[in-house]
């Protein structure tokens, strides 16, 4: 307990998931049942992260990411500390030190985040046009960026100005979004990836042909089973890099997209578990057993849930804060008032319940982009003609290929019961290209292994017969925050004029942003006065 006799929960991170748990947890916060500080080590309160790489490209000002005021949190009763590194936990004494003062904790929740794996190249330093044999290096020079937070964001802006050519190293979803994005803008961007096909690890071979057409048809100069080697450095300046290939690109700027690690150094040296993240429970808890363990969570890109590696997906990181708020609260008497069901029975919340796909459920990976849709989940990488026919237990592998109009579709499937046709089919993995109405509805039943419709066909009937826009009110709208179209329109119709309003009414468009479209569009047709604004 803190000196008042009030609960004092300290959040280390300040990104969307630490949000996303503030917002559950102000109702104690307000009724001043619960103190609660949050620490960020950036100057600038939480924000859209995943969609900065429209910040870098000039789509949107950063302003325009962000999910909480400052000022408003701290009348709310919230302290925030901004700017601020943690230097120590201590698990034992309930402690955070910070570099001018230690906070003491009654509940302690760690929201890092993740850090980029920067590659390992060398460095060529030229002058004058000449190899300079005299200079050692001393690191990367200007112009080499992993893009991970907003300063990196606005660093990539700046370099952008100069219209000079872009190089993206990374051919993962990541990479794939930082290269699009450029070439949106008419910058001359190549995408260096070791891959036989961007996005190899996400998708099957096919649809990663048609992907690779598809960037370079939008403007995306593309070099496959291709590493870098070096970057040429002119007075401090990138000029250029070197490729396995044995070629010489000239490049003022390397976006860097080869991975993330989970921040979790606080952690380890707090003596608690941790695997390629902070290894907690569905409830968020750490898993340690030793002296005060039990009151440390972690959610977010730190997490290992299970053991598991961080999807590094935003939806989960937001059920994973809806589960430390349930945890924190039956931790420390803060039960909410009973929800009634129909009947007047009283709803029962186990922590935890819901945070992660249900067994046999999928993490969704969607790219954001302004021209392409792509979207896929779990393993479809399996050979048609390689499954066994009379074999009842075995997958189903359904493709669907048009690569003059850019779509592709491949659904794989397994009996749930051998044998036993009326027991159904699980959903193995899916990949989209080209197909949103497709990838909307497979999205949707991915988290519950499920799939939709037993006729493959259908989904292509529904594809090419209705709009994307034409959602019906129980389609998901935002697969980010599980908001159906709906929900939205019932915003737009009693409360909301604008994209920001439909957000702070329902959340959707507050993840990767990639429905804002739609909610314009629903907006536009309910007749309400005011301008509709991204």
């Known amino acids: 307990m803190s000196q008042s006799g009030v609960p004092h929960v300290v959040v280390i991170g300040f990104g969307p998931v630490a949000s996303r748990l503030i917002e559950e947890l102000m109702p104690e916060i307000q009724a001043e049942s ?12 939480a924000y859209q992260r995943i969609r900065i790489g429209d910040v870098s490209v000039g789509r949107v000002e950063p302003e325009e990411l962000a999910m909480d005021e400052v000022a408003s949190l701290q009348a709310a009763g919230v ?7 943690v230097t120590a936990v201590d698990t034992v004494a309930h402690t955070v ?3 001018e003062k230690t906070l003491t904790y009654t509940k302690l929740v760690l929201a890092t985040g993740a850090e980029p794996i920067l590659p390992n190249m060398s ?18 020079p200007n112009g080499v960026i992993a893009l991970r937070d907003m300063e990196d964001a606005l660093r990539i802006r ?3 100005e100069k219209r000079e050519p872009v190089v993206v190293l990374g051919g993962g979803v990541l990479g794939v979004e930082a290269a699009l994005a450029v070439a949106e803008v008419g910058i001359p961007v190549t995408l260096l990836h070791r891959g036989n096909v961007p996005m190899g690890r996400q998708i099957d071979t096919e649809a990663g042909m048609l992907l690779r057409r598809e960037l370079m048809r939008a403007g995306v100069d593309i070099r496959s ?40 150094e606080l952690a380890s040296a707090a003596g608690l578990p941790v695997k390629w993240g902070i290894v907690t429970g569905r409830d968020a808890r750490s898993t340690g057993t030793q002296e005060g363990h039990g009151d440390v969570f972690a959610v977010g890109d730190c997490a290992a849930v299970d053991g598991r590696d961080p999807s590094g997906l935003i939806a989960p990181g937001w059920l994973q804060a809806e589960a430390a708020a349930t945890s924190l609260r039956q931790d420390l008497g803060l039960v909410p008032e009973a929800e009634l069901d129909a009947a007047g029975t009283p709803v029962e919340f186990e922590a935890g319940a ?13 790219m954001k982009s302004k021209t392409l849709n792509v979207a896929c989940a779990g393993d479809t990488s399996h050979d048609p003609w390689d499954i066994d026919p009379w074999d009842p237990a075995a997958p189903t592998v359904s493709t669907w290929s048009d690569p003059k109009h850019g779509q592709y579709l491949r659904i794989v499937t397994e009996p749930v019961s051998a044998g036993d046709d009326a027991a159904g089919e699980r959903l193995l993995g899916f990949v989209s290209v080209g197909m949103p ?35 019906g009110p129980e389609d998901v709208l935002c697969r980010c925050a599980g908001t159906t179209a709906g929900m939205v329109q019932e915003a737009a119709e009693t409360c909301c004029r604008t994209v920001e309003e439909v957000s702070a009414e329902t959340r959707a468009g507050t993840g990767c942003g990639t429905c804002h479209k739609n909610i314009e569009k629903i907006l536009a047709t309910t007749g309400a006065p005011g301008e509709v604004k991204v």
């Open 34 to 45: 619960l103190r609660l500080t949050v620490i960020g080590s950036e100057d600038r309160a």
């Open 123 to 140: 460095v060529e330093l030229r002058r004058d046009g000449h190899i300079d044999y005299e200079l050692k290096p001393t690191g990367y």
């Open 354 to 366: 819901g945070f992660a796909p249900a067994p046999g459920g999928l993490d969704v990976v969607l």
């Open 97 to 99: 030190t910070l570099a």
């Open 79 to 85: 302290e925030v500390l901004l700017g601020v590194e």
């Open 158 to 160: 700046r370099a952008l």
């Open 225 to 264: 089973a291709c590493d870098l080697t070096t970057v040429v450095s002119e007075d401090g300046e990138l000029t250029a890099v070197r490729t396995s290939l044995g070629e010489k690109l000239p490049a003022s700027l390397l976006v860097t997209c080869t991975g993330v690690k989970p921040r979790d």
């Open 437 to 471: 109405r497709s990838a909307a509805e497979l999205a949707m039943h991915a988290t519950r292994g499920t799939i939709p419709v037993a006729d493959r066909t259908a989904l292509l009937a529904a594809e090419h017969a209705t709009k994307e826009a034409e959602l």
